[in-house]
């Protein structure tokens, strides 16, 4: 099927009553024919990059990044409608490598959520079960691959929003290292945090998708100096790849007894898979991990509350009218924002302000470190990868967790800590659990992709043939 085919086939189904709501807006169809020149979709004219890796492709992308023929709202009504005048580097990139945008997807508001329930347009549904949610905040990319719409999509993960809807609807997610993707381009959540991912239906698409995007961008100062992966060396082949010498460390703290006993035991299974592939499996421990939810749930909103300071009514998006500046502020921030978003910029002012900043933003920063150097710890101790749970349970009910934040927000205990350290992390199926797909978590050194996707190849290899 045709990327045209495939559009065709997405605003059909998303028109229905029974949609699963994953995308916000899709691209046009004529606009789309005429970027191919008229020569069909192999014969497109692309922006002459040499990688052609993803000719004629589909590819979806989450609403935080910033599109010059798609709106880009953030599932926000603040932003409805607004059209960016720049692209992404990570949307250019793709589309030099022949890669189809075929619409951006739903997401929870500034990607703060782990549900995509709290979206301005509506929640997303679970592909394997409508009832349930699909995970956030890039839920909407996750469900759309997940659905066969697209083999590859783009999210991104601040907390776990690219890992967590992966494992939630059976598909593959990759979180980078921070700084191997460009954020030029990504609408700002958390920025010390915040960065570009993959989704894929098998570790290859989204390992190939992640090639593509990857490298050094000047135009953004985070970005890695030599950090492009070669698709050559990240793309794995299954035939030829094993895990002997490498040492995989599963970390103690990442077992809670709260864990979901179906996950434990295909978490375990999954270890044996890895143990016959001629991996060394070593527990180890990782004592900071049971801070990384509050220590994340201060500095991401306290990095929110400034970076979201600029959505005023003033520059981007809607505005509502009022005498005064300050009134025409308030009235376009009351009205815009949705209820999680207010909620994340007063606790990051809270955690910001005077008399309050050591206390709670300066003892997260520490926690931080700490966190980190846990990591640099089992790293240096001759562990290559570590392998965990990527989330306490599956899927939950649309509705279960919305109005109890604290118990959205531990739906992170597993994926921050990694986002907190700078880390690579990604999510792999690993088998279902009642009929609802669970994912494993591998989390590699700084810079160490490679590593990590040749051993969720090898996984995904042998769990397809048992
Ligand atoms: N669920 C986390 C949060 O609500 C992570 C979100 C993300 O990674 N964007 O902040």
């Known amino acids: 099927m045709t990327a045209l085919d495939l559009l065709e086939t997405i605003r059909r189904d998303e028109s229905l009553d029974s949609s699963l709501n994953a995308f916000v807006s899709l691209a046009d169809r004529d606009a789309l024919e005429a970027s191919f020149g008229g020569r069909g979709e192999a014969g497109r004219r692309g922006g002459g990059g040499e990688n052609r890796a993803l000719e004629g492709v589909a590819v979806a992308v989450k609403d935080n990044l910033v599109t010059l023929d798609l709106p880009t709202t953030c599932g926000s009504n603040m932003l409805d409608g607004y059209r960016s005048p720049f692209e992404a580097t990570a949307v250019r990139l793709l589309r030099e490598a022949g890669g189809i945008v075929v619409g951006k997807t739903n997401m929870d508001e ?86 570009i991912g993959t989704f894929g239906g098998t570790v290859h698409d989204a390992a190939a998708l992640l090639a593509v995007i990857s490298g050094h961008d000047p135009r953004d100062a985070t970005s890695g100096n030599r950090c492009a992966l070669s698709s050559v060396d990240v793309v794995p082949d299954p035939a030829t790849a094993g895990l002997s010498g490498i040492t995989i460390g599963v970390p103690v703290e990442y077992f809670p007894d709260t864990l979901d006993t179906g996950i434990r035991h295909r978490t375990e299974r999954a270890l044996d898979h890895l143990r016959a592939a001629g991996a060394t499996v070593r527990e180890v421990t990782l004592p900071n991990t049971d801070l990384a939810v509050p220590c994340y749930y201060v500095l991401a909103p306290a990095e929110a509350s400034s970076n979201l300071a600029r959505f005023d009514g003033v520059r981007f998006g809607q505005r509502v009218s009022a005498w005064s500046v300050a ?78 934040p604290l118990e959205m927000y531990r739906e992170d205990i597993f994926t921050t800590p990694a986002s907190l350290a700078g880390i690579p992390g990604m999510s792999v199926p690993i088998g279902s659990v009642q009929g609802l797909p669970v994912g494993g978590q591998f989390l590699a050194p700084w810079w160490e992709e490679e590593m990590m996707i040749r051993a969720a190849c090898v996984l995904e290899t042998a769990l397809k043939e048992s």
């Not at 921030?333 to 005077?354: N, W």
């Not at 900043?357 to 980190?372: P, S």
């Open 110 to 195: 500034f990607g703060m959520g782990s549900s995509t329930e709290h979206s301005a347009w509506g929640p997303t549904l679970n592909p394997h079960d409508r009832t349930r949610v699909p995970g956030g905040s890039s839920g909407g990319s996750a469900a759309a691959v997940a659905a066969g719409y697209v083999s590859m999509a783009l999210g991104s993960d601040t907390g776990g929003s690219v890992r967590q809807p992966a494992a939630l609807c059976g598909v593959v997610g990759i979180k980078p290292t921070y700084g191997r993707v460009s954020r030029y381009g990504l609408v700002a959540f958390a920025s010390s945090l915040d960065q």
């Open 327 to 404: 009134e025409m502020y308030e009235a376009t921030r009351r009205q815009g924002m949705g209820p999680e978003v207010k909620r994340r910029i007063m606790l990051g002012t809270f955690a910001l302000s005077a008399g309050y900043y050591d206390a709670y933003y300066g003892t997260a920063q520490r926690v931080r470190a700490d966190i980190r150097a846990d990591f640099e710890r089992v790293f240096g101790l001759g562990v290559d990868l570590l392998f965990t749970p990527t989330t306490p349970s599956p899927a939950f009910l649309i509705g279960e967790k919305i109005d109890d």
